[in-house]
């Protein structure tokens, strides 16, 4: 450890310039890290959120809700305990006071005495009652939304109060309003029928419908794949870029140093010290690197708009940070090879 704080002193240009080069790495991997997971809740918050197991479909409805139409036929058919009926819709609202103000959302509508009713974190939680009161999502808070607001449904003109609001809960980008299965007769008077019957246990297969898990339910949301699969491609390439570039950095860092390693070889220092002293150097260098990365993402986390979804939970930097020092020590292999390998006279020149 004296060799390695003595030389990180005696470098600092050198070393700061590394150092800075995994920072810029972790905290971009951290950041798209965010990005996805945020992107990910977005989508299908409303449903992660709730003790929801087991989704029954339409047979044939290729595990969209939208693509479900179930009947109150299907519903005692089913027969299941602690089932509950469930529809969405993806529609605009409009603040009363405001005509030209609208905002796409998605109704969740359910039964208020359910598992599905949503806990609130501030006002009142959602019941079966024939009125305007509803309960919404916080992200529409960020639209100027506040409890006793009203707001119009832009298709039926239903007016509905804001009595009280859930945690960011969102369905395709958009945040959830709920409404009971009588609120939402006054927007679609046609309707009787709704989109899944939900449970909270498991269950494998329903002759006739499509039984799909919660994790499958999210997957098929229209967009969910694309934007998961292109961010953390993009990550699994900065994991394997970093690895090279770290590499070659570590390598040219030691080779300008195989002189003096040969030195001090030759005065005694034995190889496993040199070894250790590479290791806790580079291990060093990248831990100060990674926890300057963590403290600055949650410091633009904390500045970044409402509007944009942005989700990093400590598991996720944990793991991250892991990760890299994971690479930071695969990296220095080969400088090791080369640090065990040296010939302290050819290293010092006493072959010339």
Do not use: C
Request: hydrophobic share 45%; aromatic share 10%.
């Amino acid at each position: 450890m004296f060799l390695t704080l003595k030389e990180l002193r005696h470098e600092k240009l050198k070393f700061g310039a590394l150092g800075l080069i995994i920072f810029l790495i972790v905290f971009l991997v951290l950041f798209i890290t965010g990005l996805a997971n945020g992107l990910a809740n977005d989508s299908g918050s409303a449903l992660k959120n709730t003790s929801a197991q087991t989704f029954i479909l339409q047979k044939g409805s290729e595990k969209r809700l939208n693509r479900s139409q179930l009947t109150d036929a299907d519903w005692n058919k089913v027969n299941h305990r602690n089932a509950a009926k469930l529809s969405v819709a993806q529609m605009t609202i409009q603040k009363s006071n405001k005509a030209s103000k609208k905002t796409d959302i998605a109704y969740f509508v359910t039964d208020a005495n359910s598992f599905l009713n949503p806990k609130t974190i501030n006002g009142q939680k959602l019941k079966n009652n024939d009125n305007n009161s509803v309960v919404v999502s916080s992200k529409l808070k960020t639209d100027g939304y506040k409890i006793g607001d009203t707001f119009k449904d832009s298709t039926s003109k239903k007016v509905f109060k804001i009595a009280g609001f859930t945690d960011n809960t969102a369905y395709s980008h958009t945040p959830v309003i709920y409404l009971n299965f009588k609120q939402y007769q006054h927007i679609a008077p046609q309707n009787n029928n709704f989109n899944a019957i939900v449970l909270q246990s498991q269950l494998k297969q329903k002759t006739g419908y499509q039984v799909v898990d919660k994790q499958s339910l999210i997957g098929a949301i229209p967009g969910y794949s694309a934007e998961q699969g292109s961010l953390y491609l993009m990550i699994g390439f900065l994991y394997l870029i970093s690895l090279f570039v770290l590499a070659v950095f570590f390598y040219i860092i030691n080779l300008q140093k195989l002189s003096d390693f040969g030195t001090l070889k030759a005065l005694g220092t034995s190889t496993p010290y040199l070894v250790r002293h590479v290791i806790t150097e580079m291990g060093l260098l990248s831990l100060i690197s990674i926890l300057l990365s963590f403290a600055i993402t949650y410091l633009i986390k904390l500045v970044l708009p409402a509007s944009m979804p942005f989700s990093l939970s400590s598991g996720v930097l944990l793991g991250t940070g892991g990760l890299f020092i994971l690479i930071t020590l695969l990296s220095a292999l080969l400088s090791l090879i080369k640090v065990i390998k040296i010939d302290p006279i050819t290293a010092i020149g006493g072959n010339n």
